[in-house]
């Protein structure tokens, strides 16, 4: 996985600690092929509570997770490929990744 450096735009508006943030090789992969830029999923979406495509109970579990210190998992869509974004409980990594990679 590669890391990304994005914690001097996460200051700004975070909700959370996105810890170390990685993603994937097949991700890279996509977004690069694609000219997606990660920075506005975490920054502007992900560590802002906007979970993306989940369910109204795993928005409500997430929402959970950022007061009590618990894994938070958005879904999100880009170039028609689905991907998810997961921040440990522990908020020491971020990872990027495809749904069948986990």
């Known amino acids: 996985m ?3 450096d994005v ?3 996460q200051k700004k508006v975070s909700l ?8 994937t090789p097949a991700v890279m992969a996509h977004f690069s092929e694609n000219n997606i830029e990660i920075e506005p999923y975490l920054i502007q979406r992900h560590l802002q ?6 369910s109204p ?3 409500i579990a997430n929402d959970f997770a950022v007061e009590n210190g618990l894994r938070i998992l958005s879904a999100y869509v880009a170039a028609n ?3 998810w974004v997961i921040t440990e409980a522990d908020r020491s990594a971020t990872t990027f990744l495809f749904p069948e990679e986990y």
């Open 2 to 4: 590669s890391a990304i």
């Open 7 to 9: 914690h001097g735009a």
């Open 16 to 23: 959370f600690s996105c810890g170390t943030v990685v993603a």
């Open 49 to 54: 509570s906007d979970w993306g495509d989940v």
């Open 81 to 83: 490929r689905r991907f």
């Open 57 to 59: 109970e795993d928005a």
